[in-house]
């Protein structure tokens, strides 16, 4: 934007020294043809009065050594004719009134006429100066003097005006455009990238960006404050939103526990099957808001939280989770598969790759009916992918596409244990990391869901926590 602004004003700024330049320079061109002719008319002048006597007497000797005279000292033709058109007197040989250029002034000179300059003087018109003055005698034509200058010196002089006008408006050009349009547009665009980044900042979570609103034009300023003001009113409404969910998950927890102990506690006194049965069911139930109440309580943290992302070691994490899940997999005769080099660490969040994988290895289990599953790590630039693969049916276009938003689920995975929330709290770490998460067919078949994170600089920390007992989502 800057570029085409600039563009558009240094443009505009030419455009005046060019409205302001054109003038001056036809102006100084007319200048110059004029003092050319006034002088080439004087000379021609002189000689139509020496001609004067020459054309009554028919004595032409003084007339043509006059010539001869002032063509040697300014290079310049010239030739007296008679009122037959005839040359009687000439400067050089083989002059005559039909050379280019002479004849249409010639005839304006012998029906009378006053000499008229012929054109203006431009370095690219390479036509010689034609002057005809008549020679008169008692109000009767008897000729007229004719001189024919070559304009290569006056050429010469009204280019060197034009080149001197030409740097003096570059020059000027350049002035304006450093010293006035650079710093104008500078101070125009400045806070228009300022709200350009904050825009995205918001855009991309950080809800709290603000911009100076004391820089820029008024309108510009204006417009500051009002993002400034929309962007508090944005943060203060998903601060609250979080703030609900985490207080309203919490709030849950303990009523939702103490009802399903009191139907725990009525199974005892419950003697019908029928009703036994109702109460199991009910006690799934209770089992399934739990597991949403717990995942809407660790998404609310996830979003709210304030821990700076640290050094994580990937290969450390990715056996501590394969542990974890190998009874899983093993009960259920499902193979996993590890490669992850030493030495990759990352920079995340606290418990990134725990929840991640085991959200992704839970998925895999769940949805890859039993064939083998891969978790690989990668080193590529600055970043590192870890993948996890399963060899399951996998996910339709449609389904990627929504696949990781809240709550959402598969239709074909309905009747399937789980909340719909693992991916969307995991995606939602991995971008608080400084990362992403995306979701793809693999080949031939299957889902690869990628985790990509910022390599850390920081020394890896290869301690670990004892193993949980079991992974989330698992009895």
Do not use: C
């Amino acid at each position: 934007m800057r570029r085409r602004l600039l563009v558009i004003v240094i443009g505009l700024v030419a455009g005046l020294v060019a409205a302001l330049g054109l003038p001056l320079a036809v102006a100084g061109a007319d200048q110059a043809s004029q003092e050319l002719f006034i002088s080439r008319a004087d000379d021609t002048a002189r000689f139509a009065d020496v001609a004067e006597a020459a054309l009554s007497t028919g004595r032409t000797r003084r007339l043509t050594a006059d010539l001869l005279r002032y063509d040697e000292l300014y290079d310049t033709p010239v030739m007296v004719v008679n009122s037959d058109g005839q040359v009687v007197a000439s400067s050089r040989e083989g002059m005559s009134p039909e050379q280019e250029g002479v004849r249409v002034p010639l005839l304006r000179g012998l029906a009378g006429r006053p000499p008229q300059r012929p054109h203006v003087l431009w370095p690219w018109d390479e036509r010689p100066y034609v002057v005809v003055e008549p020679v008169v005698r008692d109000g009767r034509v008897l000729g007229a003097a004719v001189t024919i200058t070559p304009t290569d010196r006056a050429r010469e002089e009204v280019a060197a005006r034009l080149a001197v006008l030409a740097l003096g408006g570059l020059v000027a050009l350049l002035v304006v455009a450093l010293a006035v349009a650079v710093p104008v547009v500078r101070w125009v665009l400045r806070p228009v990238h300022e709200l350009d980044e904050a825009a995205h900042a918001v855009g991309s979570g950080r809800h709290a960006a603000h911009v100076s609103d004391r820089t820029g034009p008024p309108e510009l300023r204006r417009l500051a404050a009002s993002f400034n003001a929309m962007a508090d009113g944005v943060a203060a409404a998903v601060l609250k939103q979080r703030a609900f969910v985490a207080q309203a998950s919490h709030q849950l927890r303990n009523p939702l526990t103490a009802l399903r102990l009191r139907v725990e506690n009525a199974e005892s006194t419950v003697l019908d099957p029928h009703g036994r049965e109702e109460l199991r069911l009910a006690l799934e139930e209770a089992d399934r808001l739990g597991e949403s109440v717990d995942a809407l309580l660790q998404l609310a943290r996830a979003e709210a939280a304030h821990e700076p992302p640290g050094p994580i070691d990937v290969a450390a994490a990715v056996r501590r989770r394969a542990l974890a899940w190998r009874t899983a997999y093993d009960s259920s005769a499902t193979p996993l598969t590890v490669d992850v080099p030493e030495g990759l660490t990352v920079t995340g969040v606290p418990d990134l790759l725990d929840h991640a994988l085991d959200a992704l290895l839970d998925n895999a289990l769940k949805f890859g009916q039993g064939r083998p599953v891969e978790v690989t790590a990668r080193r590529l630039g600055e970043e590192v992918r870890v993948v996890v693969r399963d060899g399951g049916p996998g996910l339709t276009g449609d389904e990627l596409a929504r696949a990781g938003d809240r709550f959402w689920r598969s239709p074909r995975h309905q009747n399937v244990p789980g909340t719909g929330l693992g991916l969307a709290i995991t995606r939602t770490l991995a971008e608080r990391s400084g990362g992403s998460m995306t979701l793809s067919a693999a080949r031939p078949h299957g889902l690869e869901v990628i985790l990509t994170l910022p390599v850390s600089g920081a020394p890896s920390d290869t301690s670990a926590p004892p193993p949980r007992a079991a992974p989330a989502g698992t009895s």
